[in-house]
């Protein structure tokens, strides 16, 4: 049925690019709808049958090993995915940023093992759960051999999706069958870890039966280049995610993990909000790949889209305002009443933080603008992070959340400071 879809709206476009975009959204949304829904089954589950309080230290470390992936990742998410976009057609080329920058990150998979296990030694809090972490490593690995960049270079989104719901599929199944009272919650991560294991290996598997992409020598020079290539976006993503991350780490430090896990669970839910855009933003980010440019300038389209996906984000955000609470009671439970407000005010990371994306990283980044955007995000992470250390001491998981929704303007402020004189001059 969503074949026969796609194939009547390609014959009504004319315009071969956006009927990529187009056929690219509706792929993701068809499939990533059904991969949201998975999260927001897990956080009342788990809360219920784990408790509060062991959800909160699963979270956190969770947290800590989203901190190892973004040097896994390497920001080769976006300069590799930019690489492949300008190159699909070179199979040589493909196969050569492939095989590469898979290298690189098995290197830091395995750097970021290594700095885990060491950290059991100087830091109590880990080593008293070791099973909880040692089930995780599986993660990082299955991170390290998953090429979903090349999927979003070619513009293959629906094969990025299929693998996302297989793992999330994996994972949530054998959670509900095997987490059955809190002590079990120590498993969480070994059942993550089988389905990042799963989702490396069946992209793998894509890569080379259906894309007919293929490994070759790995170069250090090679690699060398890729590495600088990614140097600036990797600092960027470090820094934005860093700030997005740490508030559980914070909350984690200097209060209790049935903070974490009431926390969490808000973010959690504000998060699955925002995947909803996820799909648009995703089919976007190739397409502008090619055809933003700092000599050119802005394609005027750029502009055009900024307005609708502006106004949906912003749409969706004064809905859940009015109608979020109701739905949180009825699906986490009265326990978390207190939480409503939590959630209140981490709903304007949803409208600001897609923007920022969409402005950020398609916008300054294929602009060629990285080093002004790893200066707008160290500025508001630094605004961010200091202002949950400090606040949330007074405010608690409010003064967490507060901080959130803080950085998040901030960044965006500095980001139209840069990219709105552009988008002005083009569409104007």
């Not at 280049?225 to 984690?252: C, K, P, Q």
């Not at 992070?385 to 959340?401: M, Q």
Request: aromatic share 18%; hydrophobic share 50%.
């Amino acid at each position: 049925m969503i074949s026969k879809y796609l194939s009547v709206v390609s014959k009504k476009l004319k315009n071969e690019e956006i009927k990529t975009v187009i056929i690219n959204f509706i792929s993701l949304s068809s499939l990533n709808l059904l991969s949201f829904i998975f999260p927001l089954l897990l956080i009342p589950y788990l809360t219920r049958t784990i408790g509060v309080e062991y959800y909160g230290e699963y979270i956190f470390s969770f947290s800590i090993f989203q901190y190892c992936l973004l040097l896994i990742n390497f920001g080769f998410d976006y300069s590799a995915t930019k690489l492949i976009s300008v190159n699909r057609d070179d199979k040589d080329m493909v196969s050569d940023v492939l095989t590469n920058v898979t290298v690189i990150r098995l290197i830091f998979a395995l750097l970021a093992s290594i700095l885990l296990w060491l950290s059991f030694i100087f830091f109590p809090n880990l080593s008293s759960n070791k099973l909880l972490y040692l089930f995780g490593f599986g993660i990082l690995w299955g991170q390290a051999i998953t090429p979903f960049w090349l999927f979003q270079g070619v513009e293959k989104m629906g094969y990025i999706t299929i693998i996302n719901l297989l793992t999330r599929i994996v994972s949530t199944v054998l959670i509900f069958v095997f987490i059955r009272r809190p002590l079990d919650y120590y498993l969480i991560n070994l059942f993550q870890s089988i389905g990042f294991l799963i989702s490396g290996f069946a992209s793998l598997f894509l890569i080379n039966y259906y894309l007919k992409v293929q490994f070759s020598k790995p170069s250090f020079s090679r690699m060398k280049f890729y590495l600088l290539d990614s140097w600036h976006i990797f600092l960027s993503t470090v820094s934005m995610s860093f700030y997005r991350e740490a508030n559980i780490i914070i909350l984690g430090l200097t209060t209790n993990y049935a903070m974490v896990g009431q926390y969490a669970a808000m973010e959690k839910v504000i998060k699955a909000m925002q995947s909803l855009m996820e799909p648009l933003s995703k089919a976007l980010f190739p397409f502008f790949g090619r055809k933003l440019n700092s000599t050119a300038g802005i394609d005027p389209s750029f502009g055009r889209f900024a307005k609708i996906y502006g106004s949906l984000l912003l749409v969706l955000t004064i809905t859940l305002y009015f109608i979020g609470p109701y739905l949180l009671i009825w699906y986490l439970g009265k326990s978390f009443q207190t939480a409503i407000i939590i959630f209140q005010v981490l709903l304007p990371v949803i409208f600001l933080g897609g923007l920022n994306y969409y402005l950020g990283i398609i916008g300054l980044i294929n602009l060629g603008f990285n080093r002004y955007f790893l200066k707008a995000v160290f500025i508001s992470g630094v605004t961010s992070v200091s202002l949950c250390y400090f606040v949330s001491r007074f405010f608690g998981v409010i003064g967490a959340a507060i901080a959130m929704s803080t950085g998040e303007f901030v960044l965006l402020f500095l980001i139209l400071f840069k990219i709105y004189p552009w988008i002005k001059k083009q569409t104007s």
